[in-house]
């Protein structure tokens, strides 16, 4: 339970309640972003003007949203779907061989093909008949504790822009790639689905140091996560199956696959830039969210 002091702070919510009405859901205000106005000098597109202003236009689509409370579609031109019809083919290959039999059939589920980019109201219309989960376009990264907080109302939010086409392999940001082919599938899994909202009521009620932790945890599954299967093991984080490089690296001799532990995983220190040396493989998508629901109950 929780201590009565964390409680009168934070609005009181039900671990339990996995169904959470459009009523139950707080207003879409704006968030704190992390730097989303100036490109890094590494993002392949900072120097591309033409780059720029479309990505700051599909950013303003997305910011509508909290006006509206309307997903707004983006019209992709066609050097954007050329990106992800590349990214999504190649993808689409290794993914074969490496991701997780479930992730494989929720793609195919939601109508996510290398074909076209799909709109995240069309995601999100199916993902909420499917779990209840909720997709909500944002134009940028968002600071941590309010990004994970989402969760606890089972959603998710989405950036909706492309990486640069001169990198189709690489995006120093979250973008639709990322999101639609690594992230929204997952949801479609009950378990995943409600394992992602203990991380989010975790973020709500968490001290900065149990805040950490989380984004560790958030990082080794939903980002990197390997899950066994039928005595193999398989990719379901979305940092995975979004990017070739590290899909094949996780399943090279240059990464230890260990087995999922809790306390080892909320103390692993990473950095964001590197690829990964050490992976954790679940046994199922139901312990991690049995071993989450016992650790967050401990805040
Ligand atoms: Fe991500």
New binding site residues.
Partial sequence: MLAESVATIEPAFEISNYKISDEDLPAFTDLEFEHINELHLDHPGANDLEYRKRRDYIASCAKKFRETGEITDVEYNSREQRVWRYVAEELEELQQKYASPFYLRAKKDLGITTERIPQLSEMNRRLKELTGFRLAPIEGLVETRGFLSWLSYRTMLCTQYIRHHSQPAYTPE?DIV?EAI??IPMFTNPNFADYSQFIGHGARIATDKQLEELGRLYWFT??FGLVEHEGDIKAYG??LLSSFGELEHAFSDKVERRKFDLEEVINHEFTYSDMQKVLYVIPSYAELKEITRKYIESF
Avoid: Y
């Fill in positions: 979250p990322h690594g992230h939903i980002e979305a940092g």
